[in-house]
């Protein structure tokens, strides 16, 4: 059974910090590109940042650019998420995502985290 749990999401304060963590089962991690999206009110969702499955390869989307740091730990089957400096724009539900392209062709989904930046 695939699992993605996603932990670490809050209230924090402007300009503050969060980790994210995301615990993966059911699939061959090493193996997946893990990526963080969200989804704020309203909006739709969108990518925050990539890590390819050795982790060699980061991308990032520019609004989160300098102050997000996507990270992974195979032997743990866990994908992190460093926040640093928040917004109130980053007030989202962060989603953890595991994709694998052909022949495999999975993408899956955790069940989210609310992050709330509070001024």
């Known amino acids: 059974q695939v699992q993605l749990v996603e932990s670490g999401g809050g209230l924090v304060q402007l300009g503050g910090s969060l980790r994210l963590s995301c615990a993966a089962s059911g699939f061959t991690f090493s193996r997946s590109a893990m990526s963080w999206y969200r989804q704020a009110p309203g909006e739709e969702r969108e990518l925050v940042a990539t890590?390819?499955?050795?982790?060699?390869?980061?991308s990032y989307s520019d609004s989160v650019k300098g102050r997000f740091t996507i990270s992974r730990l195979n032997a743990k089957n866990t994908v992190y998420l460093q926040m640093n400096s928040l917004k109130e724009e980053d007030t989202a539900v962060y989603y953890c995502?595991?994709?694998?392209?052909?022949?495999?062709?999975?993408?899956?989904w955790g069940q989210g985290t609310q992050v709330t930046v509070s001024s």
């Open positions: 890590i390819s499955s050795a982790g060699v390869t980061t």
């Open positions: 995502n595991a994709r694998r392209s052909a022949p495999y062709n999975y993408d899956y």
